[in-house]
Structures are given as C-alpha cells and as structure tokens.
C-alpha cells in the first residue's frame, strides 16, 4: 500500500483514513469506466495515475491536483440541463465541487453537491460516470482539479433555489447554453443524455 500521507506536497496535513473509502470507489470507478470521448481516456488514466499516491488525491488540500465530483443536471423531460453563474468565476457552469471525507462514494460525492448547490430535493444519479476532465483551478494557491462528472435528473416540477456560491441558477436547452460558459461543461451534454436514455437514474449511489 502506497504511503499515503506523502502522496504529494499537501496545503494541511491529511488523515488518510478519512478518505479511504471514497479513494477505493474512485480507482475502482475509473478502472472499469470507457470513456465517453479520446479526451477522458487520457484524463481517466491521468487521474488514475494520481490516486495511485494514495487517498490523499481526494483531498483538497493536496497541491499537485485533488478529484472533484460534478453534475449535470437534467429537468424530468431530459429536454433542459441546470447550470449556475458561479459566483467567483463569473462563468457559467455545471454544479458540483470538492469531496468530503464524510462520502463515500464518487457518485455520492456529485449528488450531494448537485442537491446542495440547486436546492432540489429528490434528484436521482446515474452512478456511471459521464466524463473526466483535468482543468487548472486557483484553489491552495494553484491546483488541478480532476473532475469525475455524471448525470443526474430533477424531479417533475423542480424549483431550484440559488445557493451562495452562484449568483444565479438556469435552466437551458442543450443547444442553446449561455455564455460565457466553461469550457469543459458542453462536453458533458451528449454522454448526459445519452445516460437518460440507457439508465433509469437512481435516488442514490
């Protein structure tokens, strides 16, 4: 087992233990996962690469990059997705976010934040995921966030309340997204769709 405490240079120390589980659903996911577009295959062996330093990888407090768990969020009809102008960027993007040691799984992880960030109760997962993307982010000073996306779907008659890190909550038809947008979130929309229409998404992982 890797020396989990010396995965990489770290802003606070990291209890390994904290993270172990969701670690271990991570490598497992990204193991067994084909990627939706060339692109995610070299950000799923890349992020691969990263967790083999251990589960201090899923901690935003480890500088050389951390996994992260975003969403795109489907209406009941599948014929809008939910973004947020998010506060500090002034972009437009999916919802999602950091893990906690308190998740357990990646698809967990993503749920929690969609159902934070929207305010929408009842939003159910599909627990495949639909892309992986790698992007330089201004966290600890500079990092890369190595971000695991899935699909997930609103309930019928939704209403979706604005939480403090965006400015303000939309829901948009996939062809007509608004910009400025960032620049992995279009990427999303065909393998989010896609997963609508193979999987019956799931109230939780």
Known sequence: MPDT????????????????AL????TALLEGWQPTRPDAAGARDRTLALLAG???????????????????????????????????????VQLGGHC???????????????????GIAGLRIDPVPIDVDIHPVRCQGGSLHHDVRFAVLAP???????SDEAEELGWFAPDRLPEPLAGGTVQMVAPALAALRRSPLRPAP
């Not at 899923?58 to 951390?66: C, D, E, I, T």
């Open 5 to 20: 405490t010396t995965a990489g240079p770290l802003a606070q120390p990291v209890d390994p233990d904290a993270y172990a």
């Open 23 to 26: 670690h271990a659903d991570a």
């Open 156 to 162: 019928p008659g939704a209403v979706e309340q604005v």
């Open 54 to 92: 251990g589960p201090a990888a899923m901690s935003r407090q480890h500088l050389p990059g951390h996994v992260t768990a975003s969403a795109l969020v489907l209406d009941a009809t599948g014929s809008r997705v939910l973004l947020c102008l998010h506060t500090k960027l002034g972009w437009w």
């Open 100 to 118: 906690e040691p308190t998740d357990r799984t990646l698809a967990g992880a993503a749920l929690r934040e969609a159902t934070e960030e929207s």
